[in-house]
């Protein structure tokens, strides 16, 4: 499952690679982002535990009114993973794997989270 995250990685990185000598647009972004997400999703389903998103979500919006690009709606994930992980793609989505969120407090999964943000 990780494997084939990490080949989807290598393909949009030498895709982006190419398309990087030209703008690409904000809606560009964002509908990249949308096709990842989706590809993600397929792979690793969101948990169910509302309180978790709803802190996830909550922490989420505080770090992004720091934001400069306001034109991106930020997404804030929270995927059935075993891996300690967490990482952001075009568009404004972040994910968390649970493992990782579980074993951090919250003043490192604030850290976290404004880290992939900045991304």
């Not at 169910?48 to 009114?65: C, H, M, S, Y």
Request: charged content about 30%; hydrophobic content about 45%.
């Amino acid at each position: 499952m990780f494997r084939r995250l990490c080949f989807t990685w290598i393909g949009l990185f030498l895709a982006f690679s190419v398309v990087s000598a030209y703008a690409v647009t904000l809606q560009e972004e964002i509908d990249l982002g949308r096709k990842v997400d989706e590809q993600i999703l397929k792979e690793n389903p969101q948990i169910t535990d509302d309180r978790a998103l709803k802190e996830i979500n909550d922490i989420g919006q505080r770090l992004v009114k720091y934001v400069l690009r306001t034109e991106i709606k930020y997404h804030f994930r929270i995927l059935r993973m075993d891996d300690l992980n967490a990482f952001a793609v075009p568009g404004g989505y972040i994910y968390f794997s649970e493992r990782l969120w579980n074993v951090l407090r919250h003043d490192e999964r604030v850290g976290v989270l404004a880290h992939e943000i900045v991304h």
